[in-house]
């Protein structure tokens, strides 16, 4: 008689045990991810011509929060310029990467990014309408910049879950209908700009490489408002991610999780989160595909917090990258895009041939 063994049920790993080891590990981890971010911040607003130290920039601060006042030159260099680029960056690099989690669990690829449903190549192509309607500028009108660029990004959004649903939103066609999406939209900003003049050509280039320059205090304010109300819902959803993305749609059917519905929902989140920091940023590539790896590579696979530490190293790698591009060629900036790229794509070729060497 020959005995058949079932395998045994699928685990979901997102209930640590709270007096554990490895919880209190975890924690730690996050925790010190928050106190090197905030490092970053302080030391990216010290960097520039002025001269201010650290010491000014926690002063300046302090005495704003405070409203004691203090230097007028240094309230208006740090507060005004520096601190909205630096929350900016945070606060993008922060929605990029958790995003990038997002799409990496429910699509249960580990090379897919908030772009691959084709949101970025939607939303230059919608900055560059408003470039051309604008004449070139991309400093006289910047609201009209961002609501075409996140106008595309979520008309492309409705297309892809619009088709996708008489599938069921399956991973497979999620992704193969991005592709397709992605070619069409780099497509038709191509031919805007073969038809259009040198400056205008100049001025959507200078968009699609993606900066906090200019950032300003409306930005930061928009993104803040959609996070605080779009992450602790991600974070509600980490134990039905966390079905999904080990246990695969039947698994996480038979757990009670209801797929389809969970997946819409992300998707919708994640896709308005990228849509409304890249209107803001550019194209900002990198952060949402490698900031997900480096933090899994730490902290583990559990998105209860893997998703608070990808937030976190998607803002750290922002940060860096944008203190890098105003170092490097100083007092030129280079865009935070170049340097995302140019940092983030030795990092994610480190960790393919890891991984791969891991499976061998």
Do not use: C
Request: glycine content about 10%; proline content about 4%.
């Amino acid at each position: 008689m020959t005995t058949t063994i079932s395998p045994p049920p699928a685990v979901d790993p997102s209930r640590p045990r709270r007096g554990g080891r490895r919880y209190a590990v975890q924690v730690t981890t996050v925790a010190v991810g928050a106190v090197l971010t905030v490092l970053a911040a302080l030391v990216s607003i010290q960097v520039g011509t002025s001269g201010a130290t650290f010491g000014d920039v926690v002063g300046t601060i302090w005495g704003r929060l405070t409203l004691t006042g203090g230097d007028e030159q240094l309230q208006t260099i740090i507060w005004e310029l520096r601190v909205p680029r630096v929350t900016l960056a945070i606060l993008g690099g922060a929605a990029l990467a958790v995003a990038g989690t997002i799409f990496q669990g429910l699509l249960r690829n580990p090379l897919v990014s908030p772009y691959t449903l084709g949101i970025a190549p939607a939303a230059a192509f919608g900055a560059s309408v408003s470039i051309i309607i604008l004449g070139g500028s991309t400093s006289s009108n910047g609201f009209t910049l961002v609501l075409g660029a996140l106008i595309a990004a979520l008309l492309n959004t409705a297309i892809v879950l619009a088709l996708a649903s008489s599938k069921q939103l399956d991973a497979t066609t999620l992704i193969l209908l991005g592709i397709a999406l992605t070619q069409l939209f780099n497509a038709l900003t191509a031919g805007l700009q073969y038809f259009t003049d040198d400056e205008v050509l100049a001025a959507i280039v200078r968009w699609t490489w993606g900066s906090v320059n200019g950032a300003a205090w409306y930005q930061v304010a928009v993104l803040l408002l959609l996070m605080a109300f779009a992450y602790p819902y991600i974070q509600y959803r980490s134990g039905a991610l966390n079905a999904i993305a080990f246990a695969g749609d039947d698994g996480a059917r038979s757990l009670g999780v209801p797929v389809t519905r969970v997946r819409l929902h992300l998707i919708v989140v994640a896709a308005v989160l990228t849509a409304v920091t890249i209107s803001f940023t550019g194209i900002i590539g990198f952060v949402g595909l490698v900031g997900p790896h480096i933090a899994r590579l730490i902290i583990g696979g559990n998105h209860r917090f893997l998703l608070p530490f990808s937030a976190l190293i998607g803002a750290l790698l922002l940060v860096v990258a944008d203190t890098v591009g105003r170092l490097l060629l100083s007092p030129a900036v280079i865009p935070v895009g170049i340097i995302d790229a140019i940092i983030g794509a030795p990092i994610f070729i480190y960790l393919v041939l890891t991984r791969r060497k891991a499976l061998a």
